[in-house]
C-alpha cells in the first residue's frame, strides 16, 4: 500500500513536472516573440530613418549638381560670347583691310589707264619719229652720195682708195694712242701695286705691333743680402769654380750690392746657371757636390720647360701636326738668338706676319705661318752640326715629315733656291720684315757670339777635352779635360795648341787668356 502510494505520489510529480515544462516554455516562447516584435518594431524605424536622410542627401546633390551645371553653362556661354565678339572685331579689322584694298586697287587701275593712255600715246609719237628718222636718214645718204661724189671728182681717188687711206691712217693715230695708253697703264699698275703692297705691310705690321727685345750677354741675379756672397764663393773660390765648371758661364762678384753677374753668350746657359743659384740659396747647402746635383736636375727641368716653349708656340699659333722632335726644337728657340734678337720672338713673329699677308694675298695661310715658324729652325743646331742652318733646317723639317711646300719656304728663306711657291715669297718678306724693323737686331752683338762660339769649338776638336767655356765677354777659354786622358804636361802643352789655333783662325781685340783645367778625383761610398 506505501508502495502504491509512493508510486502514485511519483506519478504526480512527474506529471507536475511536465506540465510546468510546457507552460514555461510557451512563456518563453511569447517572450521571445515579445523581444523580436519589439527589435523588428525599432529596425524599421532605422531603415525608415537612413532612407528618409539618403533622399534628403540625393535631394542636396541634385541641387548641387544642378547648380554645377548652371555654372558651367554659364561660363560656355560667356565664353563664346566672348569668341564671337573678338570674332566680330576681327572680321571688322579683315573688312577694313579689304575695304583698304579695294580703294588701292582701284588707284592702281586708274593708274594703269592712265599710263596705257600714255604708252599709246608714246606709241603714236614713236612712229611719227621713226617716218621722220627714216625720211631724215635717205636725205644724208643721198646728200652722202653727192659729198662723196664731188670728193672723189676733187681728190682724183675712188671710195676704197680714200677708206684705205683713211683706215692707213686712223691705225697709226690708233697704234701711237694705244702705246701711250699702255704705258699710262703700266705706270699706274706699278704705282698702285707699290701702294697696294705698303699698304698690305703696313696692315700686317700694324696687327703684329710687338716690342723688339734685344738678348744680351749677362743677366743680373738680385741677392737677399751681401753676406750671401761669402757662401757662393766658397772657401778659397771652391763653390764659384765648381758653379763655372758646371753651368759653363762666369759669374761676376764685385762690388754691386746685394746682387752678382752671370756673364754668357749663350742663353740656355744662362738659365741652367740662374735656375740652378736661385735653388742652392733656398736649399742653404753650397758645396760642390750639392752644385753638380742641382746643376743637372735643372738642366733637367729646363729641358722640360723647353718642350713647354714648343707647346705653347705651337698653341698660340694654332698650329699641330709637329713631331715630339720639333717641338723640342720649337721650344729650343728661346735659348738661341741671331744678330741678337730672340729666335723664339722672331719665328713667331715671321709666322704671324706671313698669316697676315697671305690673307691679304690670298694665299695658303697655314703653309705661310707654318714656314714661317720654322724657316730659322736649323739656327737651334747649326752649333753642333755642320753645314748652314737652311740645310740643318730642311733636313730636319723633312725627317719629321713636313710637307714640301713647307720644306720649300725654309729652303727659299734667304733666296738659296728658286722661288717656287708664293707662300716661299711671302715668308721671305715677313723675315726680312721682322729682322730688319730699327732695334730688331744687332750685328756687333752676332759678330761677338760668332766669335764666342768659334772659340768654344777650336777647344772641344782637341783630343781629352770634356767641354769648354768662353767666359769673360770672350776674353777667357776655360776648357776642362779628362784626368785620365790628359795628365799635367799635356795641359800645357794643350793650352799652348789651343792659344796657337786661336791666333792663326780668329781676329779679336787684345788677347784671350786659354785656362786648362785638370781636376782629379776620388770618390767612394760608405755603406
Known sequence: ???????????????????????????????????????????????TKIIEKALQEASTAKKEAILEVKEE??????????????KKIEIGKVEERVEAR??????????????????????????????????????????????VSKLEKISGMTKVQA????????????????????????????????????????????????DVVTDITTTTFPLPNDEVKGKIIGKEGRN???????????????????????????????????????????????????????????????????????????FDLKLHGFTPEMIRAIGKLKYRSSYGQNLYTHSKETALLAAHLARELGANQMIAKRG????????????????THVQIGVDLARKNKEIEEVVHCIEAHHGDVPYGSIEA????????????????????????????????????????????????????????VRPNQVDDKRALYLAKEIAKEIEEKLKYPGQIKVNVIRESRSIEYAK
Not at 112 to 131: Q, Y
Not at 259 to 274: C, G, L, N, Q, T
Not at 372 to 387: M, N, P, S, T, W
Open 1 to 47: 500500500m506505501i508502495i502504491n502510494m509512493l508510486a502514485s505520489d511519483s506519478g504526480l510529480t512527474i506529471g507536475m513536472a511536465f506540465v510546468g515544462l510546457v507552460v514555461g516554455a510557451a512563456a518563453g516562447c511569447g517572450v521571445a516573440f515579445a523581444i523580436l516584435k519589439a527589435n523588428a518594431k525599432k529596425s524599421n524605424k532605422s531603415a
Open 425 to 480: 715669297i711671302i715668308v721671305q718678306v715677313a723675315d726680312a720684315i721682322s729682322s730688319t724693323r730699327p732695334g730688331a737686331r744687332r750685328e756687333n752683338l752676332e759678330n761677338y757670339i760668332k766669335r764666342l762660339r768659334e772659340l768654344e769649338e777650336i777647344a772641344n776638336t782637341k783630343q781629352g777635352v770634356d767641354k769648354s767655356y768662353a767666359i769673360s765677354a770672350g776674353r777667357e777659354i776655360r776648357v776642362i
Open 102 to 147: 579695294e580703294k588701292q586697287l582701284i588707284k592702281r587701275e586708274e593708274l594703269v589707264s592712265n599710263k596705257e593712255f600714255a604708252v599709246e600715246n608714246a606709241k603714236a609719237d614713236i612712229e611719227n619719229t621713226k617716218k621722220q628718222v627714216g625720211k631724215n636718214l635717205e636725205e644724208s645718204k643721198n646728200k652722202l652720195n653727192e659729198v
Open 372 to 387: 714661317g715658324l720654322l724657316h730659322d729652325i736649323g739656327k737651334v743646331f747649326d752649333h753642333e752640326q755642320e753645314g
Open 240 to 314: 764659384i769654380r765648381a758653379l763655372e765648371m758646371a753651368t759653363g758661364v762666369d759669374f761676376i762678384v764685385d762690388d754691386t750690392p746685394e746682387s752678382i753677374s752671370i756673364s754668357s753668350f749663350d742663353p740656355f746657359r744662362r738659365e741652367v746657371a740662374r735656375v740652378s743659384l736661385e735653388k742652392l740659396l733656398k736649399d742653404g747647402r753650397i758645396h760642390p757636390g750639392r752644385i753638380e746635383e742641382i746643376v743637372e736636375r735643372t738642366k733637367s727641368e729646363i729641358e722640360q720647360t723647353i718642350k713647354e716653349n714648343g707647346e705653347a708656340m705651337v
Open 163 to 210: 677708206k684705205k687711206e683713211l683706215l692707213d691712217s686712223l691705225m697709226d693715230e690708233t697704234k701711237q694712242d694705244a702705246a701711250e695708253s699702255v704705258k699710262k697703264i703700266i705706270q699706274d699698275a706699278e704705282e698702285d701695286a707699290n701702294k697696294k703692297a705698303r699698304e698690305i705691310i703696313t696692315n700686317a705690321v700694324q696687327k703684329l705691333s710687338t
Open 73 to 86: 553653362v554659364h561660363k560656355l556661354r560667356t565664353n563664346i560670347d566672348n569668341e564671337i565678339r573678338e
